[in-house]
Structures are given as C-alpha cells and as structure tokens.
C-alpha cells in the first residue's frame, strides 16, 4: 500500500516561513490535499489538489508537488497556524483508496 | 451550509459491535458526484481513513479494516451508516464522517463532522 511521510514536528518563529513535507513514490502524480487540525478540532482542508486553497484560507497557506515530494509552505507564520498538518491522496494503485500521512505538529517559538 | 454531524455510543464493550451515523445536511447523497467518507483519530495519533460510500452506492474501505467495516447509506434520511465488527481497545478513537466529491478526479474531504468519541472497554 502506499505511503506517506511526514516530520514529526517542524518549529519555526513567528514571521518566518514554515515548509512541511510529505515524501511518497512519485508523488507528484498525484494530487495532495492538506489539512489543519488545532486540538479538540475537526480537521480543516487548507490545501487541494497540490496548490489550491478553499474560500476563507489565507493566502499565506501554499502548496507545491513534484517528484517524490509534497509541501505545504505557510508564509508569516503566526501564533495561530500552530497546529496538526495532515497531507492525503488517493492511492490509484490500490483501487482508490484513501491515504493520511502520518502528521506534522507545527510549534511556533 | 454544508453540516455532518456523528452519532452513536461513546462506550462500547470489547468483541461487540459498532454502529456510528453520520446525518448531514446541505447536500444529498443522491447527487451525482457526492460521497461521503469515515475517518477515526486515536487519541494523541494520527487520521486514518477507513470507509467511503459514493451517490452510486460504491464503497471503499481501509484494506487493513475490510473484514470489519460496512458503510451504507440511507439517502431519504440523509444519512450514512459505518459498522465495525469486533471491537478492541485499540479501536478507541474520535471517529468523524467528512463530505467528499469525485468530478473527474477524486476531491479532498471538505467538510468535517465535529467527530464523536468512541471508547472500547469492559
């Protein structure tokens, strides 16, 4: 089956520029989506099909694919993107099913 | 607005059997393109994905979960059904139901159900 990998944690300060990555085969055929999950909360998309965002997702939230790599940058860091990021996609090889990454705690110092 | 909303017991003994639904609104499973999906969180770990039911009654599950897990779904009632057989105490999780789309390519889930927390014990 197929496989995502993601850093545990990332930490970066406020006002920089925080990158997470989620490694798979030759991801970059496929499309990523993103999601945002603050504790006691739902998950939240922030991020689909590799680089798009939903209404009423700050532009800050950016997302790129290519090759065995996904990322999902999120610029001007604040306190209140501190959070869960999740990356998914669908796995064709194995009749479409779904896959999590194993999920990125994001601190802000 | 597009609400999921996951119901069922919080308590459950080992060896029984879980029924959770999801009843939404905004939307109708009937819809050409719609589905709905399941996704449990264990406490302090990650989301994993384990049923989807589509309009057209097509429906997937976690290859690791097959053998335990039924989806259905009752389109009048705007409801989606998830059964799981066998409960353990590693089963224990916030189980949450999101809306999903397939128009060409298979779309993220974009709305999420609050999650309904689900303890396995004797």
């Known amino acids: 089956s197929y496989v995502l990998t993601q850093p545990p944690s990332v930490s970066v300060a406020p006002g920089q520029t925080a990158r997470i990555t989620c490694g798979g085969n030759?991801?970059?055929?496929?499309?990523v989506h993103w999601y945002q999950q603050k504790p006691g909360q739902a998950p939240v998309l922030v991020v689909y099909d590799d680089s798009d965002r939903p209404s009423g997702i700050p532009e800050r939230f950016s997302g790129s694919n290519s090759g065995n790599t996904a990322t999902l940058t999120i610029s001007r860091v604040e306190a209140g993107d501190e959070a869960d990021y999740y990356c998914q996609v669908w796995d064709s090889s194995s009749d479409h099913h779904v896959v999590f990454g194993g999920g990125t705690k994001l601190t802000v110092l | 607005q597009i609400t999921l909303k996951e119901s069922g017991p919080t308590l459950v003994k080992p060896t029984q059997t879980l029924t959770l639904t999801c009843t939404f609104s905004?939307?109708?499973?009937?819809?050409?393109?719609?589905?709905v999906g399941w996704i449990r969180q264990p406490p302090g770990k990650a989301l994993e994905w384990l049923a989807l039911i589509y309009w057209d009654d097509d429906k997937r599950y976690s290859p690791s979960l097959k053998s335990r897990l039924t989806i259905t779904k009752d389109t009048s009632k705007n409801q989606v059904v998830l059964t799981m057989t066998n409960m353990d105490p590693v089963d224990t999780a916030t189980y949450y139901c999101a809306h999903t789309s397939f128009m060409i390519t298979f779309k993220p889930f974009d709305y999420w159900g609050q999650g309904t927390l689900v303890t396995v014990s004797s």
């Open positions: 030759n991801i970059g055929s496929k499309s």
């Open positions: 905004g939307f109708s499973l009937s819809t050409s393109g719609v589905g």
